[in-house]
């Protein structure tokens, strides 16, 4: 083919292409529908996950909960919940608070590979992706805090540990045999103010464990919500490390649920 | 001289469209990402109204489950829940999946209407 003869094929190569970027693009673009959760934007995906643990915290079903989850690839569920629990947290109002508390329970809860008891045999959606298996019967008591069954102050003791990085308001929360329990909310107050936080948020230091970091010279008191009984005068101590270097040293308490 | 340039030009425009299928299709194919809930599939869009059900089964927040609900486009919550109640049957979904449905669907739809005037 002579050079001549080249061109307007290369124009018409351009000109098909123009029109079917212009069909594609204008005409006749792209709409989504049909997709799948684990295409949502980032911020629907928080929301969906968030979703799931309120509906977890109402039913207590753990595989259910699970095989939601497993819609999500790559999602380490304790890990990212957890994590997702102390964003909604940190929005202090709104519905963010009882989210919070449903992720960290479910985060937990995943941590500890529990079982949820039993439920009728029910399925969620039709399709293989998203089938829920019937639930697995389990008698396992949900170690959650039960109305007339308050947690008392168990103990209180000043901790020397040079491996904190910061001086921290340990508290345990544990059930009558011991179990950690997850999800109890803890106000910490403080002359110029108050903060709360949950347990269960960091499912490897233990379901029932939750931490506050204290500054130097102040004096905080806490209470878990739930509860009357206060702590008070917790302050950050001197410490020393082996070759004498000072440090704060970090408070650890204990609360467990009167049997 | 168009007669003569004609059949490459329309061979040139067929070879140009061929190429951009192949590419649009098989190199670089239409990755689904950034979506929102509008778009889920019948089946996960019924599950997320049922998700909504069973939280407010349990906290009674209609706000909260409206505000959920208005994720997934400008209808009217109660309709998203009718159509999953519809979903659910034609699935046999369970007997309680769907009583968390329809106490939310009645709940929904006992509030009032836009435009509609209250009764004093």
């Given at each position: ?36 959760p684990d295409?949502l934007?980032a911020d629907f995906r928080s929301d969906y996950l968030a979703l799931i643990a309120s509906a977890y ?8 909960a699970?095989?939601r989850l497993?819609l999500f690839?790559?999602l380490e569920p304790s890990?990212e919940l957890a994590a997702l629990a102390?964003q909604r ?10 989210e919070?508390?449903a992720l960290?329970?479910l985060a937990?809860?995943l ?149 | ?50 998700m ?69």
């Amino acid at each position: 083919m002579s050079r001549s003869g080249w061109f307007p094929f290369l124009i018409g190569i351009g000109l098909g292409l123009a029109g079917g970027l212009y069909y594609a693009w204008l005409i006749n673009p792209v709409e989504y529908t049909d997709t799948a959760p684990d295409s949502l934007r980032a911020d629907f995906r928080s929301d969906y996950l968030a979703l799931i643990a309120s509906a977890y915290a109402a039913t207590d079903d753990l595989v259910r909960a699970r095989t939601r989850l497993a819609l999500f690839s790559g999602l380490e569920p304790s890990t990212e919940l957890a994590a997702l629990a102390q964003q909604r947290l940190a929005l202090g109002s709104g519905f963010g608070e009882g989210e919070a508390a449903a992720l960290a329970q479910l985060a937990a809860d995943l941590a500890n590979q529990r079982r949820s008891p039993a439920s009728t045999a029910t399925r969620g959606p039709s399709t293989a992706s998203t089938l829920v298996p019937t639930p697995l019967p389990s008698s396992t008591p949900r170690p959650t805090p039960t109305p007339g069954a308050p947690f008392s102050l168990a103990s209180q003791e000043q901790v020397c540990n040079p491996l904190l990085a910061a001086p921290l308001i340990q508290v345990e929360v544990s059930d009558a045999a011991e179990g950690g329990v997850p999800g109890v909310e803890i106000v910490v107050v403080w002359d110029a103010g108050q903060d709360h936080f949950f347990t269960g948020l960091k499912p490897e230091l233990g379901q029932g464990y939750a931490d506050f970091t204290m500054t130097e010279g102040v004096s905080y008191t806490l209470r878990l919500a739930d509860s009357g009984q206060l702590v008070t005068d917790l302050s950050t101590h001197p410490c020393e490390q082996p070759d004498g270097t000072p440090y704060l040293g970090s408070w650890l308490i204990h609360f467990q649920q009167t049997p | 001289m168009l007669a003569t340039h004609l059949p490459r030009l329309i061979l040139g425009a067929l070879l140009g469209g061929f190429l951009a299928l192949i590419y649009g299709w098989l190199i670089r194919p239409v990755e689904y990402v950034d979506t929102t809930p509008d778009s889920l599939r019948i089946d996960f869009r019924t599950d997320y109204v049922l998700m909504v059900a069973e939280s407010y089964s349990a906290d009674q927040d209609l706000d909260l489950a409206q505000f959920r609900l208005a994720a997934l486009g400008p209808l009217a919550p109660d309709e998203y829940a009718t159509d999953a109640i519809d979903y659910s049957l034609e699935q046999s979904f369970s007997r309680t999946d769907l009583e968390h449905l329809n106490h939310l669907a009645i709940a929904l739809r006992a509030l009032p209407q836009p435009g509609e005037i209250q009764a004093p």
